[in-house]
């Protein structure tokens, strides 16, 4: 999960700007995206699974995946976590995004800012 307060408002302001209902527009007509699309939950699922399965929430991944897009936010750290072409919307997001990161750190403990 992407836990960045940073990185979160600006995906949140992608949201709201309609950044969901474009990525869930291209899916339905867009034959490659949604193959690599489903490729994407296919490999969240694998992953999850390799460190435990619960059999509650078995074929579920997150965002949305397969089929809809439901959280840039999820799909944003998906793609952090795995690196560059495996989650095609989850890419999109980040190169959308300004750098959050050069500014200052996301972590912050008891006021005192912390380098990463």
Same mark, same amino acid.
């Given at each position: ?18 950044? /969901?209902?474009? /990525? ?40 949305? /995946? ?51």
């Amino acid at each position: 999960y992407l836990t960045c307060p940073r990185a979160c408002s600006a995906i949140g302001t992608l949201e709201a700007d309609g950044g /969901m209902k474009a /990525m869930q527009d291209r899916l339905t007509t867009d034959a490659d995206l949604a193959d690599r699309y489903r490729a994407a939950h296919e490999d969240y699922l694998a992953r999850r699974n390799a460190i435990a399965e619960v059999e509650q929430i078995a074929g579920i991944s997150a965002g949305g /995946m397969p089929d809809r897009v439901k959280c840039l936010h999820v799909l944003a750290a998906h793609a952090l976590a795995v690196g560059p072409g495996v989650n095609p919307l989850g890419d999109e997001v980040l190169e959308q995004l300004s750098p959050w990161w050069q500014r200052r750190s996301c972590a912050d403990t008891f006021g005192q800012e912390v380098a990463l």
